[in-house]
């Protein structure tokens, strides 16, 4: 699909596209849910994270950490999912049915704020995971001023909370934090994961270099002694955005 051809397609198709790629079903009811708007609190909030996108800034952090694509003597910036996107993933997050939803990589918590939203649809929670303190209390702050319930913030290290959570099986992760270790979480994701769930990975497009190690293991070849994860069925949606990587759990 040509970027042109996807800008003139609005979102809920695009999910559905997404699903039936996948052979993810949904149902009526679920596409009804997709009706009900943003309340006016959630869409202010919203709407500032987006105008302090491109001006927020983290001098002077250590380049010990990538905490997300940082460069060597870079600075972090939120580095916020583009909002079509973010509205597709809402769109997933409501077709699915999804009830536990993982995010990894809060930011300033622009995409778990529609995580949460399509959630809320299903009677779900969103728990989201992010390493910097001063972002954790960017999102923890935004959360609070959204009116959203249904969103638990966890400052911490990734794998440490991976290994450590108890929250049951997970029907949605959206991926968007250290690129290199993708991987590594994968691994740590699936035994979490609900036959038939959902992993949204983001900047294929632009950072898939420091993620080589995930691709392979969600797309690439079957062969004997590849690194292709057997669990799961991908589709690369490269005309969204930055790119998405839709990975299914399809057995455990």
């Known amino acids: 699909m040509e970027i042109a051809d996807i800008e003139k397609i ?7 596209m997404i699903m039936d790629k996948l052979g993810v079903p949904y149902s009526a009811a679920q596409e009804a849910k997709l009706l009900k708007p943003k309340g006016a609190t959630l869409a202010k909030t919203l709407s500032d994270i987006e105008s302090i996108e491109q001006t927020w800034k983290l ?5 010990q950490h990538s905490y997300g694509r940082k460069q060597a003597g870079e600075a972090i910036l939120l580095w916020s999912v583009p909002p079509k996107s973010a509205q597709v993933l809402e769109n997933l ?3 699915t049915g999804a009830k536990t939803v993982l995010e990894i990589g809060t930011s300033a ?12 649809m299903n009677e779900g929670q969103v728990y989201t995971v992010e390493l910097l303190k ?5 999102a923890a702050e935004n959360f609070k001023r959204s009116g959203s319930a249904n969103v638990t913030l966890i400052n911490g290290e990734a794998s440490k909370v991976l290994k450590s959570s108890n929250n049951g099986k997970i029907d949605l992760v959206f ?8 991987g590594g979480y ?6 979490l ?3 038939g769930g959902l992993i949204v990975a983001d900047n294929i497009n632009d950072y898939g270099h420091m993620m080589e190690d995930y691709l392979q293991k969600v797309s690439g070849t079957h062969l004997p002694n590849s690194r292709t994860e057997h669990r799961v069925k991908s589709y690369y949606l490269a005309a969204l955005d930055n790119g998405l990587m839709i990975t299914k759990k399809v057995s455990d």
Do not use: F, Q, R, W
Request: no cysteine; glycine share 4%; charged share 30%.
């Open 193 to 195: 994961m609900n036959v």
């Open 134 to 138: 001063e972002k954790s209390e960017l």
């Open 109 to 120: 918590g622009y995409a778990a704020l529609h995580l949460a939203h399509g959630a809320s």
């Open 175 to 182: 991926l968007d934090a250290d690129k290199e270790n993708y």
């Open 59 to 63: 001098e002077d952090v250590d380049d």
């Open 93 to 95: 997050v409501v077709l």
């Open 10 to 16: 609005d979102t809920v198709k695009i999910a559905k």
């Open 186 to 191: 994968l691994d740590l994701l699936l035994p």
